[in-house]
T-cell receptor, first 111, second 115 residues
Framework: DQQVKQNSPSLSVQEGRISILNCDYTNSMFDYFLWYKKYPAEGPTFLISISSIKDKNEDGRFTVFLNKSAKHLSLHIVPSQPGDSAVYFCAADNYGQNFVFGPGTRLSVLP | NAGVMQNPRHLVRRRGQEARLRCSPMKGHSHVYWYRQLPEEGLKFMVYLQKENIIDESGMPKERFSAEFPKEGPSILRIQQVVRGDSAAYFC?????????????FGDGTRLSIL
């Protein structure tokens, strides 16, 4: 039973345009949501997070939106850069009791 | 300020041997997590430890796998009598405390190959 889903295995975007990565979850007890970026042969790197009491969090080019009623969150990257090409993992935390990763979306930013 | 250190980066074992994977958390972090990533799949939680205690091992296979985080020294993930299906990347993460407002910081993983 996948508690955190990323239904798009891959996404291609032109440099300078917006990248939108989506994530859906099933467990309404999750209180924090996080996005990680992973390059090949490296460990995941924390990007940005959002508390379940908020609907938006922004950090530079990265913005995460949370829609609790739809159990959906998205990561927006604007403008997209070639260096953003990586696998992006959505993760959810349940008050420290349960930390679950989605399967990842591979983003390719084309020059 | 060193990040999470994992060693070895690559480990090759024959079927039936033992594999020992080490993880030194970031300075000041007392919470350690182990994850496994199979090819083309996401990260699967295995075990969560605090110093000398296993807090959650719900993702750990019941046999052949064990983990420890001693008072002194790195955390160790031990796989006995390895089989081909154990081939994967194993990632360790650490955090200063628990909860989503304390993101986990990851090492670069150990790639385990079973011949």
């Amino acid at each position: 039973d996948q508690q955190v889903k990323q239904n798009s295995p891959s996404l291609s975007v032109q440099e300078g345009r917006i990248s939108i990565l989506n994530c859906d979850y099933t467990n309404s007890m999750f209180d924090y949501f996080l996005w990680y970026k992973k390059y090949p042969a490296e460990g995941p790197t924390f990007l940005i997070s959002i508390s379940s009491i908020k609907d938006k969090n922004e950090d530079g080019r990265f913005t995460v939106f949370l829609n609790k009623s739809a159990k959906h969150l998205s990561l927006h990257i604007v403008p997209s850069q070639p260096g953003d090409s990586a696998v992006y993992f959505c993760a959810a935390d349940n008050y420290g009791q349960n930390f679950v990763f989605g399967p990842g979306t591979r983003l390719s930013v084309l020059p | 300020n060193a990040g999470v250190m994992q060693n070895p980066r690559h480990l090759v074992r024959r079927r039936g041997q033992e594999a020992r994977l080490r993880c030194s958390p970031m300075k000041g972090h007392s919470h350690v997590y182990w994850y496994r990533q199979l090819p083309e799949e996401g990260l699967k939680f295995m075990v969560y430890l605090q110093k000398e205690n296993i807090i959650d091992e719900s993702g750990m296979p019941k046999e052949r796998f064990s983990a420890e985080f001693p008072k002194e020294g790195p955390s160790i993930l031990r796989i006995q009598q390895v089989v081909r299906g154990d081939s994967a990347a194993y990632f360790c993460a650490s955090s200063p405390s628990v909860g989503g407002n304390q993101p986990q910081h990851f090492g670069d993983g150990t790639r385990l190959s079973i011949l």
